[in-house]
Antibody
């Protein structure tokens, strides 16, 4: 059974940093592209970033470029999202997903950016 | 960037009746490999989205056959032949043909 479990969400002040993690199991992580997506409270879905299976290339939403960095450790079957210079508008539930926004999502972790 | 536009944004439906949601993209979703990466997702409150349809019309494993997808190029439709109580929630179309991936605004389906 494919499982994705996010962690690391917290309350952080504007300008602060946070690192999210996603533990993957039930599939061959090292051959899978991975995504981060988010959903602000009461709002729709938004794609944030993707990373190739080997970590050689990543893609970002314009509004997070230069502030967020996606990475992975294939030996640990783990995906990460380093978030710096956080803004109030980054407040959301963050999901990791296998591939694109498709069949396999985690349950999400809440990031709240507020003073 | 590709913009996805869904209509309607709210759809009250009687149990057992059909429902239809439209999704239009600002440019063609045909990938250079010839496939069209348009999917439909369903989300219930407090839960992550669930994949219903991918590549326009292919139902994901376990999805009831009352759900169907159609369309081509820039215009796509999700149809539910007979709405059941468990179908309430928000439906999203999404394109994964090119980065940045994009979602429609979501269509809330409710029972009258």
């Amino acid at each position: 059974e494919i499982q994705l479990v996010e962690s690391g969400g917290d309350l952080v002040q504007p300008g602060g940093s946070l690192r999210l993690s996603c533990a993957a199991s039930g599939f061959t992580f090292s051959t899978s592209w991975m995504s981060w997506l988010r959903q602000a409270p009461g709002k729709g879905l938004e794609w944030v970033a993707n990373i190739r299976h080997d970590g050689s290339r990543s893609y970002y939403l314009d509004s997070v470029k230069g502030r967020f960095a996606v990475s992975r450790d294939n030996a640990k079957n783990s995906l990460y999202l380093q978030m710096n210079s956080l803004r109030v508008e980054d407040t959301a539930v963050y999901y990791c997903a296998k591939g694109g926004p498709g069949a396999y999502w985690g349950q999400g972790t809440l990031v709240t950016v507020s003073s | 960037d590709i913009v996805m536009t869904q209509t309607p944004l709210y759809s009250p439906v009687t149990l057992g009746q059909p429902a239809s949601i439209s999704c239009r993209s600002s440019q063609s979703l045909v990938h250079s490999d010839g496939n069209t990466y348009l999917s439909w997702l369903h989300q219930r409150p407090g839960q992550p989205p669930r994949l219903l349809i991918y590549q326009i019309s292919t139902r994901f494993s376990g999805v009831p056959d009352r759900f169907s997808g159609s369309g081509a190029g820039t215009d796509f439709t999700l149809k539910i032949s007979r709405v059941e109580a468990e179908d309430v929630g928000v439906y999203y179309c999404t394109q994964t043909t090119e980065f940045p991936y994009a979602f429609g605004q979501g269509t809330k389906l409710d029972i009258k």
